[in-house]
T-cell receptor
Framework: GESVGLHLPTLSVQEGDNSIINCAYSNSASDYFIWYKQESGKGPQFIIDIRSNMDKRQGQRVTVLLNKTVKHLSLQIAATQPGDSAVYFCAEGANYGGSQGNLIFGKGTKLSVKP | EAGVAQSPRYKIIEKRQSVAFWCNPISGHATLYWYQQILGQGPKLLIQFQNNGVVDDSQLPKDRFSAERLKGVDSTLKIQPAKLEDSAVYLC??????????????FGNGTRLTVT
């Protein structure tokens, strides 16, 4: 079936460096994509989302890029901090129809920030 | 605003026993979700409620799992009887309406279930 997946299961970066977390998706009909951050023992926390008709969206220290041609999504974190250490999930969703509200999550990338 | 509340935080049971999880969503959120997250994987939707009605339970193993949201607020998820493969974190999430762009899900911290 359709699925969302990640290229790298683990990523280790130095504090202050930029981080890039990648995600491949296969459902070209998805309307939007979301990045969630999950710290140990906690539920996923919303970071940023992007609509399928956009290429780029920026938030505070984070940027999401969407390349629909190759069905690729990335999350860029600027000046990575120890508090950014967590597992990051991409998810895809639909804005309407029977699948609205059913987010499909990828497997996750563990980000470790070295001080 | 208060977040999504879940209890218990941890539960250890033997296989074939039954277990129940409770969720209190963010006040005013019409939509409530139960997700199962197996270690090392992303969350997988089990059931979605809109107020007190089921919107999607296509991935709920109905022979052993059940869920209800009788008054359109709190919800319970039950497993009876439990199997070893049910060991996972059970996450509850809510949103004002069905999740869409600019209306993301808010997750609780989950209940970690271990079946021995």
């Amino acid at each position: 079936g359709e699925s969302v997946g990640l290229h790298l299961p683990t990523l280790s970066v130095q504090e202050g460096d930029n981080s890039i977390i990648n995600c491949a998706y296969s459902n070209s009909a998805s309307d939007y994509f979301i990045w969630y951050k999950q710290e140990s023992g906690k539920g996923p926390q919303f970071i940023i989302d992007i609509r399928s008709n956009m290429d780029k969206r920026q938030g505070q220290r984070v940027t999401v890029l969407l390349n629909k041609t190759v069905k690729h999504l990335s999350l860029q974190i600027a000046a990575t901090q120890p508090g950014d250490s967590a597992v990051y999930f991409c998810a895809e969703g639909a804005n309407y129809g029977g699948s609205q509200g059913n987010l499909i999550f990828g497997k996750g990338t563990k980000l470790s920030v070295k001080p | 605003e208060a977040g999504v509340a879940q209890s218990p935080r941890y539960k250890i049971i033997e296989k074939r026993q039954s277990v129940a999880f409770w969720c209190n969503p963010i006040s005013g959120h019409a939509t409530l979700y139960w997700y199962q997250q197996i270690l090392g994987q992303g969350p997988k939707l089990l059931i979605q409620f809109q107020n007190n009605g089921v919107v999607d339970d296509s991935q709920l193993p109905k022979d052993r799992f059940s869920a209800e949201r009788l008054k359109g607020v709190d919800s319970t998820l039950k497993i009876q009887p439990a199997k070893l493969e049910d060991s996972a974190v059970y996450l509850c999430a809510s949103s004002p309406d069905r999740s869409s762009y600019n209306s993301p899900l808010h997750f609780g911290n989950g209940t970690r279930l271990t079946v021995t």
